[in-house]
């Protein structure tokens, strides 16, 4: 939580005083967020180093990460942590045994760590235990754990470096990703979507429904909110079909 104590709070309590925080973030155990200033905080569980202080000890008050100020893109996985500077570097740090910090090790690490040397990374996001990041020549890149497809390369494999994704011929034109990468945390792990240009429509996938929506094409990937005890299921030909859980 933040606040000094590691008790459960069911009401919305103010972290501090200060009221120059710019953007927040919610991983699975910990949190992390930016400052107006550019400086990056963390708190929470530090099982997997994702404060990324050098330490694994837990913090329950917010911790400033480095005394660096060009942060400008952060998410936050089951243990992992994404970010990117003003430059367009994208650093990554925690939890790593699935290649989710795109390093190409499977090795922890403790403290921020530059992934490659370019300078074009625009967005992260994070899911449970992959990532993924865009660029501003608006290519889509995936690594980490795949056991379900979710990094998008046509295997199941792990994979421990960041990975261009081609968009398939018969679903929209290579290189037209844009917007924020958007991951299911309902479905946590299991599956990625983007959105592409000139469609920023969501479907809303809920468990309450009656009836569940079949979708039979999908001119172009929308952005699925995917609520609990409710399943996607893509079927050959980009055609999702939706149904809830018995």
């Known amino acids: 939580m933040g606040n000094g104590n590691n ?5 919305p309590v103010q972290i501090g005083t200060e009221n120059t925080w710019w953007k927040i973030v919610a991983g699975h155990y910990s949190t992390v967020a930016l400052k107006l200033n550019g400086t990056l905080w963390e708190w929470g569980n530090n099982g997997w180093g994702q404060p990324g202080n050098g330490t694994t000890i837990d913090k329950n ?5 480095g005394t660096n100020n060009d942060w400008s893109q952060i998410a936050a996985g089951r243990g992992h942590v994404l970010a990117v500077k003003t430059g367009g570097t994208l650093w990554t740090w925690g939890y790593n045994v699935h290649g989710q910090l795109g390093d190409s090790t499977a ?6 760590q530059q992934i490659g040397t370019a300078t074009n990374w ?3 996001s994070a899911g449970e235990y992959h990532s993924l990041a865009l660029k ?4 889509i890149f995936a690594w980490g754990y795949n056991v379900y497809g979710q990094v998008g390369l046509e295997d199941y494999r792990d994979q421990l470096t960041p990975e261009a994704l081609d968009c398939p011929a018969d679903y929209c034109s290579v290189n037209t990703w844009t917007g924020a990468v958007d991951t299911a945390w309902e479905n946590t792990a299991n599956w990625s979507c983007a959105s592409l240009p ?7 996938i809920n468990s309450g429904l009656s009836n569940y929506p ?5 001119a172009r990937c929308k952005k699925i909110v995917v609520f609990s005890g409710a399943l996607l299921t893509i079927n050959p030909g980009f055609k999702p079909e939706i149904k809830g859980l018995d």
């Open 7 to 11: 008790l459960n709070q069911n009401s």
């Open 61 to 65: 008050i917010p911790g400033q990460t």
């Open 107 to 112: 090795t922890d690490k403790y403290l921020p």
């Open 122 to 124: 625009k967005l992260v």
């Open 136 to 139: 501003t020549d608006d290519t």
């Open 198 to 204: 000139g469609d920023s429509s969501v479907v809303y």
């Open 214 to 218: 079949v979708v039979n094409s999908f």
